[in-house]
């Protein structure tokens, strides 16, 4: 099946700087999602980007599917941005979303 | 459109009780999934719905999980004599029938077995 694979796995970062995400995965994909993560558990979606770029707000997230990637932009960090970071993907074959391990993310102020 | 809604949102049971976990999806959403996810790792699927019809089922749900959708609207996930191995937040999302296939998570039940 794909493999998802994510970096960095943790981000400490002081706020107002800005961070990249990144998201390998190993096989074509018709869907790929970033989700945000809450203390209290749920996903919060950010994007919906199986390809292109989107922007909202102060993310914005780019996948170049002919090489496999996807990138979380951040900026001006705020303490409300920490959390876990997932891309999510799936493939033409199934309906069921293949998680990566996250990318942690602690904004002090 | 109120969002998918989880209940029980927490459940403490004693291993060897059965649990039931109920998922409402967001109305006219006719697809509809089930995850777990451990301390420490992504959502893994569980199994997935279209209307009332069970399309895939992961390796993951032992014969002591089953689940159901019986009129296409709300479904029930079962665990049977649990063990402290299903610990777990179980995670329902649901997404529409046309347009996209981006899907939308409810806020977990978190199951804890003692």
């Known amino acids: 099946g794909i493999q998802v694979e994510q970096s960095p796995p943790d981000l400490i970062l002081q706020e107002g700087a800005n961070s990249t995400l990144r998201c390998n995965f190993s096989d074509s994909v018709n869907n790929l999602q970033w989700f945000h993560q809450n203390p209290w558990g749920q996903l919060i979606n950010l994007f919906y980007i199986p390809s292109g770029t989107k922007q909202n707000g102060r993310l914005s997230a780019t996948t170049v599917a002919t090489e496999r990637y996807s990138l979380l932009y951040i900026s001006s960090s705020q303490t409300t941005d920490s959390g876990v970071y997932f891309c999510a993907v799936g493939s033409y074959n199934t309906d069921k979303l293949i998680f990566g391990t996250g990318t942690r993310l602690q904004v002090f102020p | 459109d109120t969002g998918v809604s989880q209940d029980p949102r927490h459940k403490i049971t004693k291993r060897g009780q059965n649990v039931t976990f109920r998922c409402d999806p967001i109305?006219?959403?006719?697809?509809l999934y089930w995850y777990r996810q451990t301390l420490g790792q992504g959502p893994e699927f569980l199994t997935y719905?279209?209307?009332?019809?069970?399309?895939?089922k992961s390796r993951l749900l032992s014969d002591r999980f089953s689940a159901e959708r019986p009129k296409g609207s709300f479904s029930t996930l079962e665990i049977q004599r649990t063990e402290q191995g299903d610990s777990a937040m179980y995670l329902c999302?649901?997404?529409?029938?046309?347009?996209?296939?981006?899907?939308?998570f409810g806020p977990g039940t978190r199951l804890t077995v003692t």
């Open positions: 999302a649901s997404s529409p029938p046309t347009g996209t296939d981006e899907q939308y």
């Open positions: 109305s006219e959403h006719n697809r």
């Open positions: 719905f279209q209307n009332e019809a069970q399309l895939e």
